[in-house]
């Protein structure tokens, strides 16, 4: 695990913890990562610093700041064991309720915004990645922002594809980005038709997309903090979205 490194971003009506991961040469390309409903803490701090090792200026806001700060909402308790994982999420699972896309959109083009102000930033558009919900905010991100993000990660996201006006999917079609997805084996919030559904919105607007269910892999598979990590899907994430960012960000 990582410690966190935490800054202030300005967002409307106030201001927004970030996780910040630098490369080792002191800047590169910006990567926005979304964190997932368990939210921002040493596991999140970890990833960022993998991602940075490959030469990336990593944010990582916390996006449920109006619920509380880091230290308020961060866990307590064993995520590692079901029931440890369980009894937390029935506390953060309001949280995501809360958060709906009219209050995340403005929230993100202000991360972005301080992202690519920063001087560990390299000039040129960006990279998203998400996890868990925040699959969703990475895709609108997507779709809202065109011309700054070049790159877009989702990592066994769920609800990406529903029958609200406001659906994560609905977003590609005025997304640019190249897109690599990594759905979760058997993942109730996103069943094989939602995946096919998904596809199909990344190719009728023409968008170069990895639309994969890695096998055996459960909800979460990334997090080596719960019980719900798999190494192997985790491992092909890392590769899978290294790849990305290499490709689109430093041709």
């Known amino acids: 695990m990582s410690d966190l490194h935490l800054v202030d971003v300005p967002v409307p009506g106030g201001s927004a913890e970030a ?16 964190m997932d409903a368990i939210g921002l803490r040493p596991q999140i701090a970890a990833m960022c610093e993998r991602i940075a090792s490959w030469g990336y200026t990593v ?18 308790g064993d995520l590692r064991t079901p029931e ?10 309001p949280r995501v309720g809360h958060l709906t896309s009219d209050l995340s959109r403005p929230d993100v083009a202000a ?7 920063l001087d560990a930033t390299d000039d040129g558009p960006v990279g998203v990645t998400g996890y868990c919900m925040g699959v969703r905010i990475a895709l609108r991100a997507a779709g809202d922002h065109p011309d700054v993000v070049a790159a877009c990660g989702g990592f066994h996201g769920g609800g990406l594809v529903t029958d ?16 690599v997805l990594g759905h979760a084996d058997h993942d109730r919030s996103m069943p094989p038709e939602a995946v096919e559904a998904l596809g199909a919105a990344a190719a009728a607007a023409g968008l170069t997309v990895s639309n ?5 892999a459960p909800h979460g598979y990334s997090m080596a903090d719960t019980s719900m990590y798999q190494e192997a899907g985790a491992e092909r994430h890392f590769a899978e979205l290294r790849g990305l960012l290499d490709r689109i960000l430093r041709p």
């Open 111 to 117: 991360y972005l915004d301080h992202l690519r102000g």
């Open 19 to 34: 996780h910040l991961s630098l490369p080792p040469d002191g800047h590169g390309p910006g990567v926005l990562f979304v």
């Open 84 to 93: 440890g994982r369980d009894a937390f999420m029935q506390l953060a699972m």
């Open 212 to 216: 994969a269910v890695y096998p055996d």
């Open 164 to 179: 609200e006006p406001d659906s994560p999917h609905l977003s590609l079609a005025t997304a640019r980005a190249e897109l």
């Open 59 to 76: 944010l990582a806001p916390n996006v449920f700041h109006r619920e509380g700060t880091v230290a308020e909402l961060m866990p307590t």
